[in-house]
T-cell receptor, first 116, second 116 residues
Framework: SAVISQKPSRDICQRGTSLTIQCQVD?????MFWYRQQPGQSLTLIAT?????????ESGFVIDKFPISRPNLTFSTLTVSNMSPEDSSIYLC?????????????FGPGTRLLVL | AQSVTQLGSHVSVSEGALVLLRCNYS??????LFWYVQYPNQGLQLLLK??????LVKGINGFEAEFKKSETSFHLTKPSAHMSDAAEYFC??????????????FGKGTKLSVKP
């Protein structure tokens, strides 16, 4: 298994500002993912972050809006830039130890973001 | 497009009653399927997963799920509900489009309420 922590756990931000969310894992992992869970909806993958390469973004998400860093095998950050109320959501970090498709994905506790 | 359908956004059962949460999926390749549980203000926790071994999968907390290829279903059951089972449950399937390894598609979730 993997133990994942996220900071901050929640925040209230003003529109137009940016927030950086940190994800820390207790062991080295190959793959890290960032998901968004909007109120009353399911999880949507924002991007996949592998160490040593640029993040891969899903359709509808762009690097300028959601820049991601992955400096090592235990840490990643997601920045939500130029925020608007539509960005109010739970942001979840997820990890997978290897690239094996059968491997379990483990999730962090999430960051609850409210944009006013 | 590939999808996961969870029938019933809310399910309510009495304590001690059978829990049945339905999940149907679409996939053009043999799927890997997962059930996650999310307790209030927490991240997702893996309940169980199907990775092409036994079709009846046993998970934590007394839950189990049966993979039925002919019905493209992966319903989650528990013989006797406990108050602590109240949570939101998500069904997920691995993507079949050759996208990021380990990329999951989630259903919209089912909120389970347990009445005393």
């Amino acid at each position: 298994s993997a133990v994942i922590s996220q900071k901050p756990s929640r925040d209230i931000c003003q529109r137009g500002t940016s927030l950086t969310i940190q994800c820390q894992v207790d062991s080295q992992v190959t793959m890290m993912f960032w998901y968004r869970q909007q109120p009353g909806q399911s999880l949507t993958l924002i991007a996949t972050a592998n160490q040593g390469s640029e993040a891969t973004y899903e359709s509808g998400f762009v690097i300028d809006k959601f820049p991601i860093s992955r400096p090592n095998l235990t840490f990643s950050t997601l920045t939500v830039s130029n925020m608007s109320p539509e960005d109010s959501s739970i942001y979840l970090c997820s990890v997978q130890k290897t690239a094996n498709i059968q491997e379990t994905q483990y999730f962090g506790p999430g960051t609850r973001l409210l944009v006013l | 497009a590939q999808s996961v359908t969870q029938l019933g956004s809310h399910v309510s059962v009495s304590e001690g009653a059978l829990v049945l949460l339905r999940c149907n999926y679409s996939s053009s390749v043999p799927p890997y399927l997962f059930w996650y549980v999310q307790y209030p203000n927490q991240g997702l926790q893996l309940l169980l997963k199907y990775t092409s071994a036994a079709t009846l999968v046993k998970g934590i907390n007394g839950f189990e799920a049966e993979f039925k290829k002919s019905e493209t279903s992966f319903h989650l059951t528990k013989p006797s509900a406990h108050m602590s089972d109240a949570a939101e449950y998500f069904c997920a399937v691995t993507r079949d489009d050759g996208g990021s390894q380990g990329n999951l598609i989630f259903g919209k979730g089912t909120k389970l309420s347990v009445k005393p």
